[in-house]
């Protein structure tokens, strides 16, 4: 429910919902001494998010996450419905992405709420609360 009033808040309903796949990338480099001789190989490794526009045109973007465990992974190959803005088609929405975000805003806020409570009291943690016993 909180999800689906930050998304009307956004308007991000206002955007164009496709299926984005999360793809794996793997970038070589080679690297050389004075001579030219190969040295050694290099690799950077990462996932992006791919999608199609309603012009056709391909769009990525790289796939950062706050919690690689299960179940909120992206695996490679997975389809995700994501939004994208129709203005600009590089800027895009992707719930599950968000929701680990806000999950992780939550964690935070919760821990220094716990942590006021024990070094200010709990009585004052209640009253800006506007808690009763």
């Not at 955007?15 to 004075?34: M, N, P």
């Not at 299960?70 to 895009?92: C, K």
Request: aromatic share 12%; with cysteine; charged share 25%.
């Amino acid at each position: 429910m909180l999800m689906a009033i930050w998304e009307w808040l956004r308007g991000y309903r206002k955007w164009t919902a496709t299926e984005a796949r999360v793809e794996f990338l793997k970038e070589e480099h080679l690297y050389h001494d004075k001579e030219g001789k190969d040295l050694h190989y290099s690799y950077v490794t990462g996932r992006r998010l791919v999608w199609t526009d309603a012009a056709g045109q391909p769009h990525s973007a790289p796939l950062t996450q706050l919690d690689d465990k299960p179940p909120y992974l992206l695996a490679e190959g997975e389809a995700e419905t994501i939004r994208y803005n129709p203005a600009n088609p590089d800027q895009f929405y992707c719930r599950k992405l968000s929701a680990l975000r806000v999950r992780h805003i939550f964690s935070v806020a919760f821990t220094i709420l716990a942590v006021a409570a024990f070094v200010v009291g709990e009585d004052w943690v209640r009253k800006m609360l506007g808690c009763s016993r």
